[in-house]
């Protein structure tokens, strides 16, 4: 699967961004899709995980009821709605895809082995 993520931009904290996940090919069902995020100077950080029926979600703590992450299977999509945006929110967001990821694997960088390029959100203060 190929993924291209797109919908960074700049806004004021406080304000929102909806993010997308393209897919190409017949599968993308198949695949547990995640969002991650990697500041200046930081590593890569795990944002938001959704399983490939998309009944379950997961949230790393710094964004629980702040992000939404979806996916919608049939026009193969996925995307990350952003609220109430902080300036440490600051980020190249990926999208990322694999299709072994158990509970335990799903924060985990390594445990993915498709991503999309990356897009920028920058959050003013």
């Known amino acids: 699967v190929q993924l291209q993520a797109s919908g960074g931009g700049l806004v004021q904290a406080g304000g929102s961004l909806r993010l997308s996940c393209a897919a190409s090919g017949r599968t993308f069902s198949r695949y547990a899709i995640a969002w991650f995020r990697q500041a200046p100077g930081k590593e890569r950080e795990f944002v938001a995980a959704?399983?490939?029926?998309?009944?379950?979600?997961y949230y790393a703590d710094s964004v629980k009821g702040r992000f939404t992450i979806s996916r919608d299977n049939a026009n193969n999509m996925a995307y990350l709605q952003m609220n109430s945006l902080k300036p440490e929110d600051t980020a190249v967001y990926y999208c990322a895809a694999d299709r072994t990821i158990i509970a335990t694997t799903l924060g985990d960088p390594h445990a993915y082995n498709y991503w999309g390029q990356g897009t920028l959100v920058t959050v003013s203060s």
């Open positions: 959704i399983r490939r029926s998309g009944g379950n979600t």
